[in-house]
């Protein structure tokens, strides 16, 4: 499992993008293979919002959380070295 990479500012945003994007599909009268896509990206943003990781930014090293700055424990859960 890898330790938290994104901030509580980010993770509100992907969690209120991913209802938004789910509510919006889910009100389409046809569901095709756009609305199938849309609906997995919208469950990705609300997993990430929930959970506070992103894997795609753990494969980039990119992190919002703060965890440069401060003591990562506080943050991240991660140990520092």
């Known amino acids: 499992m890898i330790a938290k990479n994104l901030g509580n500012a980010e993770r509100i945003v992907r969690l209120l993008l991913g ?6 599909t889910a009100m389409q ?3 095709g293979a756009f609305e199938t896509l849309t ?3 919208a469950l ?3 997993l990430n919002g929930l959970f506070g ?3 795609l930014w753990f494969l980039l090293d990119v992190s919002s959380c703060g965890c440069n700055s401060v003591p990562q424990e506080r943050f991240c859960g991660k140990r520092a070295a």
């Open 53 to 55: 990781r992103c894997y």
């Open 29 to 31: 009268p046809e569901f």
């Open 44 to 46: 990705f943003l609300v």
């Open 39 to 41: 609906s997995i990206i």
């Open 19 to 24: 209802v938004l994007v789910a509510g919006i």
